[in-house]
């Protein structure tokens, strides 16, 4: 996919999430699924630059003992904001690693290198001023069944949260999304993540 093909597609997506998002403001409150994840040209040169084998992904879930609510719904002013896989911001975040390692070539399901993780936290607060949003996640690497990896990352965002909702709430749904990338492109970052996958 190409970078151009990429940005067009986000950019629709994007676009059908803001109509969305005006239907749901004028009809009252409503729950807004997040899109699809797609992979940035950014977080597949990271994953091709770690000279990563391939990967297959395991267990992703909600950290024991925190409230369930972390991973089922967060609140956009009168709306509600869900993840379209199994409604879990875990699987959310699983899948926005799967289509960046897929789209360097380093996803395999029948890898012996597995990668897992267990959402920490997860917060998104879009009101009048300045929008807030945070993800937390604990990941682990499994190499031929021996824990090799295991560390806590955290990546957080602000922006200009304006007065008219039909502009504030898409807005909030776009950054709580790039939110995502950027923790895993944090996971890619890491040397001891790096380390722990390398060929």
Known sequence: MTGQGSTMKHSRGFSWIALGLLVALTTGCAQIKLGAPIASMDNIQKARGASMAPAALGHFALAAGKDKSLDSSLSVRSNSLASPYDD?????????????????????????????????????DAPIGTGRARIAARFSVVRAGKRVYDRELVASSTWDSPFVGAVAIPAAVNEYTALHRKLVAQLLDDPGFRAAVRQ
């Open 88 to 124: 879990s911001f875990a699987q959310y975040l699983k899948q926005t690693l799967a289509a960046e390692l897929q789209g360097a070539g380093l996803l395999d399901g029948t890898s012996p290198l597995l990668i897992e993780g267990v959402l920490v936290d997860n917060q998104l």
